[in-house]
């Protein structure tokens, strides 16, 4: 798997060659891993220290594109479908960063909490959707005072 891994960030172009030994380090640490990813914890597994894990953490690594070409690499010409799915979880409180109202089909109503939407491929023949990108809803308040939910997607091809 490593070696599909490293030929997929070969080939994108936003990636120069310390961020993509970096990405290949976190990968491994990761599959390996067992327990909480705080950055003390994958350093005592890898070759990077907390303060390079923060800073790498602060960079941007394109996962659309990523998660596209591992899809595409896996799946070759499969049936695909793109989906896109919100999921909603309860919350209490008034600091919760994106804490809102949201609708939520369980009890059909909205209500206070947070939102994620999820853009994924499904593969029709094997039932199985793969995540491609995922981005929290963010509540937002307009001058007026009425409450709006926004969310922005970037809408992309697979074929």
Same mark, same amino acid.
């Given at each position: 798997?490593?070696?599909?891994?490293?030929?997929?960030?070969?080939?994108?172009?936003?990636?120069?060659?310390?961020?993509?030994?970096?990405?290949?380090?976190?990968? !491994? @640490? *990761?599959?390996?891993? $067992?327990?909480?990813? /705080?950055?003390?914890?994958?350093?005592?597994?890898?070759?990077?220290?907390?303060?390079?894990? #923060?800073?790498?953490? %602060?960079?941007?690594?394109?996962? @659309?594109?990523?998660?596209?070409?591992?899809?595409?690499?896996?799946? !070759?010409?499969? +049936?695909?479908? !793109?989906?896109?799915?919100?999921?909603?979880? %309860?919350? #209490?409180? %008034? $600091? =919760? +960063?994106?804490? !809102?109202?949201?609708? /939520? #089909?369980?009890?059909?109503?909205?209500?206070?909490?947070?939102? =994620?939407?999820?853009?994924?491929? @499904?593969?029709?023949? #094997?039932? /199985?959707?793969?995540?491609?990108?995922?981005?929290?809803?963010?509540?937002?308040?307009?001058?007026?005072?009425?409450?709006?939910? /926004? *969310?922005? *997607? =970037? $809408?992309?091809?697979?074929?």
């Amino acid at each position: 798997m490593e070696g599909v891994v490293e030929s997929i960030l070969r080939s994108m172009s936003s990636i120069n060659r310390p961020q993509m030994l970096f990405v290949l380090s976190l990968f !491994g @640490v *990761l599959s390996i891993f $067992c327990g909480k990813a /705080t950055f003390r914890n994958l350093s005592r597994y890898s070759n990077y220290c907390e303060k390079s894990y #923060s800073r790498w953490y %602060k960079r941007k690594f394109n996962f @659309v594109e990523f998660n596209s070409k591992l899809i595409r690499h896996e799946l !070759g010409e499969a +049936e695909l479908l !793109g989906v896109i799915d919100a999921s909603f979880m %309860k919350k #209490s409180g %008034k $600091c =919760t +960063e994106g804490l !809102g109202w949201f609708y /939520t #089909s369980c009890s059909d109503k909205a209500e206070q909490g947070l939102e =994620t939407s999820v853009v994924a491929i @499904v593969d029709v023949r #094997s039932n /199985t959707a793969y995540g491609i990108d995922s981005e929290q809803t963010i509540d937002k308040v307009p001058l007026q005072g009425k409450i709006k939910n /926004t *969310l922005v *997607l =970037t $809408c992309m091809w697979i074929r």
